[in-house]
C-alpha cells in the first residue's frame, strides 16, 4: 500500500506455506526463528467472512487457505488446498480435486483437540454460508451474480431460514471433489476464489465459538492461533501437521513463529525495528523518511535493513455522503475533487511514496485496462470555485462547517488530511475542520452513514479493476439506512453504472470487458461519488538476515517459507 521512493525498487514480498520439520537434509539450517511483526491498527476481526483489512488479511493468510491461492512473487493463481481442477469447455463448470492429507489444526473445538482430515463437504459448507444472510453478507458480492443458484439461496434465507438443498451451483461430487457451476463465464473466477472469504474453515469453528469468532481461528495454513488478546499481542505457531513441504521436501515452515504486537505508535515501531526488535516494517512512517536513504553502515559496510518497493494495488480516496447537503449536489463533489492538487499530496506530503489518482479508483499497474479511457481529474481551482458558485456557494459563502473524519494509523494519513484542509479552505474559501479517530469508531461511524466525508483506502483483493469498481455497484449497496453499509460505503447506486459493471461481468472477452469496465469507472468519475487520492506504493523494511520474503502488489504476506540466515543473528 505505498508508492515511489526514489532510492530502491526491487522485487515481492510473500511466501508459501508451512509446518514443522520432521525430517532434515540440505535446508535444516533454515529451521528456527520467531518473525516479529507490528500492526499500528487494531484488528477488527480474524474470521474469514468478516475480514476486511489489509492487516488482517495479513496476519491470518497465515493460519487459513482457500482452494487455491495467490503465487506470492508475481500473483497468479497457483494450487492450494486443490491440487489441481479442470474447466468445461463452455468455461462455466470448475471442478477442484482436494490435495490427499490436508487437515484442520488442531484445537479444543475438535473431539480430544485433535484436528480432523478436511473433506468436500468442509468446502461445500463453507461456500454455502458465503450465499447465507449472517456472517456471509459481507463476502456475498464474491458469488453474486456469477453462481448458479446464489442469488436464490440469498435471497430465500432471510430470517435465520437456511434452504437446506444449498446453492444448486456448488456440488460435492466425493469425498475429495467439488464442483461450482457458473451462470456464464467468468474471466477472474479463479482470482475470486483465491479471495480471502472462501478461505476454508471447519464448521466445528462456528459451534464452538459463535457465528464471528474474535479470538479463535481454525484453518489448514503452515501457523496455528496459539495466543491472541486483541489490540495487545498475537502469536502463530508452527503447525506440526502442516501439509506443505520445500523443494528438498523437508515440512514447511521454517520459523518456530510468528509474534505480533499492536503499538500504535509509528515513531515507536521504527525505534523497535532499528534496534532488531522487529522484523520488518509493513508500513513506512511519512516522517521518518529521510531516516531511510542509507542503509549501508559508512564505516563498516554492514547493511542496516533491506528495503524493497514496487507499485502496489492501492488507491487512497475521500468519500461523500451524497444523500445530505451539501454533498448530495454533484456540483459541490466535483467542486472538491478539482480544488485537490494531488502531485502536491505525493511529492510534498509522502515524499514520492505514491502516484497521483489522475484518472479515476482503479490503481494503476492492470495489465490490458484502457485507463486513458477514463477522463483526468485536473487540479483546476478556478473551475472549482465555478461550480461552487452554479451550486449556490458564491466564494463559498453559506457553505456549511464541515469535518473531515479520518482514522491515523496509516501510512500520511494525518498529513495528507492536514494538506487536504489547507487546499479546500484556500481554493474554496469554506470552513472544514479534521476529526481524527480511533481506526474502529471510525469504521463503524462511516458504515451506520454518521460521516459526511471521510478518509477510505482499498487495496484489491485480486489483482482486477473490478475488485475496485465492485465498490460502487449499487447491488453491493445497503440502501436502507437504518442499516450499516457493506462493501459499498457510500452506497451509491447509479443504473447506468450497474447496467454497465453487470454486463462487463458477463463479458468473456478480455478486451471488451476492460472496456466495458472503464466506461463503468467514467460514469462514477462523472458523478464522483468519492474524490481519488492517491495510489500508494508497496514498501517493506526487513532486517538484513531475513530470506525468502516476497513484496507484491496486492500486500498477500506468505511467511511459509521465510528463514533467517544465522550468520547474521537476529537481536533476542
Known amino acids: 500500500m505505498r508508492a515511489g521512493f526514489p532510492l530502491v525498487l526491487l522485487t515481492a514480498l510473500f511466501l508459501s506455506c508451512?509446518?514443522?520439520?520432521?525430517?532434515?537434509?540440505?535446508?535444516?539450517?533454515?529451521?528456527?526463528?520467531?518473525?516479529?511483526?507490528?500492526?499500528?491498527?487494531?484488528?477488527?476481526?480474524?474470521?474469514?467472512?468478516?475480514?476486511?483489512?489489509?492487516?488482517?488479511?495479513?496476519?491470518?493468510?497465515?493460519?487459513?487457505?482457500?482452494?487455491v491461492a495467490f503465487d506470492p512473487e508475481n500473483l497468479s493463481?497457483?494450487?492450494?488446498?486443490?491440487?489441481?481442477?479442470?474447466?468445461?469447455a463452455t468455461?462455466?463448470?470448475?471442478?477442484?480435486?482436494l490435495r490427499q492429507g490436508v487437515r484442520f489444526q488442531d484445537d479444543p473445538a475438535f473431539p480430544d483437540g485433535k484436528g480432523r482430515e478436511l473433506n468436500a463437504d468442509d468446502i461445500i459448507h463453507c461456500f454455502n454460508t458465503i450465499c447465507t444472510q449472517g456472517p456471509g453478507d459481507g463476502t456475498f458480492w464474491l458469488f453474486q451474480d456469477r453462481v448458479e443458484g446464489a442469488n436464490s439461496h440469498y435471497a430465500a434465507s432471510g430470517n435465520g431460514q437456511t434452504p437446506k438443498e444449498?446453492?444448486?451451483?456448488?456440488?460435492?461430487?466425493?469425498?475429495?471433489?467439488?464442483r461450482i457451476t457458473l451462470l456464464h463465464p467468468s474471466p477472474n473466477f479463479l482470482q475470486v476464489i483465491a479471495h480471502q472469504g472462501c478461505w476454508i474453515w471447519p464448521k466445528e469453528l462456528i459451534t464452538a465459538y459463535g457465528e464471528d469468532p474474535r479470538t479463535n481461528a481454525i484453518g489448514t495454513g503452515p501457523f496455528v492461533l496459539h495466543e491472541y488478546a486483541p489490540s495487545q499481542v498475537m502469536v502463530l505457531e508452527r503447525n506440526p501437521h502442516y501439509w506443505g513441504r520445500d523443494e528438498h521436501d523437508d515440512q514447511l515452515p521454517y520459523l518456530d513463529a510468528v509474534r505480533i504486537t499492536f503499538n500504535k505508535e509509528k515513531k515507536t515501531e521504527f525505534e523497535e525495528f532499528r534496534e532488531g526488535h522487529v522484523t520488518a516494517l509493513l508500513e513506512l512512517p511519512v516522517d521518518r523518511l529521510r531516516d531511510l536513504r542509507d542503509s549501508v553502515d559508512a564505516t563498516s559496510g554492514e547493511r542496516h535493513f533491506v528495503m524493497r518497493v514496487m507499485p502496489s494495488l492501492t488507491s487512497q480516496f475521500y468519500g461523500f455522503d451524497i444523500y445530505h447537503p451539501p454533498f448530495n449536489d454533484q456540483r459541490v463533489r466535483r467542486a472538491f475533487a478539482l480544488a485537490i492538487d494531488r502531485q502536491y499530496l505525493v511529492d510534498s506530503v509522502l515524499g514520492g511514496m505514491a502516484a497521483p489518482a489522475m484518472h479515476g479508483?482503479?490503481?494503476?499497474?492492470?495489465?490490458?485496462?484502457?485507463?486513458?479511457?477514463?477522463?483526468?481529474?485536473?487540479?483546476?481551482?478556478?473551475?472549482?470555485?465555478?461550480?461552487?458558485?452554479?451550486?449556490?456557494?458564491?466564494?463559498?459563502?453559506?457553505?456549511?462547517?464541515?469535518?473531515?473524519?479520518?482514522?491515523?494509523?496509516?501510512?500520511?494519513?494525518?498529513?495528507?488530511?492536514?494538506?487536504?484542509?489547507t487546499m479546500l479552505t484556500r481554493e474554496l474559501n469554506i470552513p472544514l475542520s479534521i476529526s481524527v479517530v480511533p481506526a474502529d469508531r471510525h469504521y463503524d461511524q462511516v458504515d451506520r452513514g454518521l460521516v459526511r466525508f471521510w478518509r477510505e483506502g482499498w487495496t484489491a483483493d485480486h489483482p482486477d479493476p473490478e475488485n475496485f469498481l465492485a465498490l460502487l455497484?449499487?447491488?453491493?449497496?445497503?440502501?436502507?439506512?437504518?442499516?450499516?453499509?457493506?462493501i459499498n460505503k457510500t452506497r451509491f447506486n447509479n443504473q447506468a453504472f450497474n447496467n454497465i459493471f453487470a454486463k462487463a461481468m458477463m463479458t468473456n472477452d478480455r478486451v471488451e470487458r476492460l472496456h466495458q469496465l472503464a466506461l463503468a469507472e467514467k460514469i462514477v468519475m462523472d458523478e464522483m461519488p468519492i474524490t481519488p487520492l492517491y495510489h500508494e506504493q508497496a514498501a517493506y523494511l526487513m532486517q538484513p538476515w531475513v530470506r525468502g520474503l516476497h513484496l507484491n502488489a496486492i500486500e498477500y504476506l506468505d511467511l511459509c517459507e521465510v528463514w533467517f540466515e544465522k550468520k547474521e543473528k537476529p537481536a533476542p
Open 473 to 486: 455497484y449499487g447491488k453491493n449497496a445497503v440502501l436502507d439506512s437504518t442499516l450499516p453499509a457493506s
Open 166 to 178: 444449498g446453492v444448486k451451483g456448488i456440488e460435492r461430487v466425493d469425498d475429495q471433489t467439488v
Open 361 to 421: 479508483i482503479v490503481a494503476p499497474g492492470l495489465q490490458g485496462y484502457p485507463y486513458e479511457e477514463v477522463p483526468r481529474i485536473p487540479f483546476a481551482p478556478d473551475n472549482a470555485r465555478k461550480l461552487m458558485a452554479e451550486a449556490g456557494y458564491p466564494g463559498g459563502v453559506g457553505f456549511p462547517s464541515i469535518q473531515m473524519q479520518l482514522n491515523a494509523d496509516g501510512f500520511g494519513y494525518v498529513q495528507v488530511a492536514e494538506a487536504l484542509q
Open 91 to 97: 468455461s462455466t463448470k470448475y471442478t477442484f480435486h
Open 18 to 67: 508451512g509446518n514443522a520439520p520432521e525430517k532434515h537434509s540440505a535446508s535444516n539450517s533454515r529451521y528456527g526463528g520467531v518473525f516479529n511483526l507490528n500492526e499500528t491498527e487494531a484488528l477488527r476481526s480474524i474470521f474469514p467472512l468478516t475480514l476486511t483489512q489489509a492487516s488482517s488479511f495479513r496476519i491470518m493468510s497465515q493460519v487459513y487457505q482457500g482452494l
Open 77 to 88: 493463481v497457483i494450487p492450494c488446498i486443490a491440487e489441481k481442477w479442470e474447466v468445461d
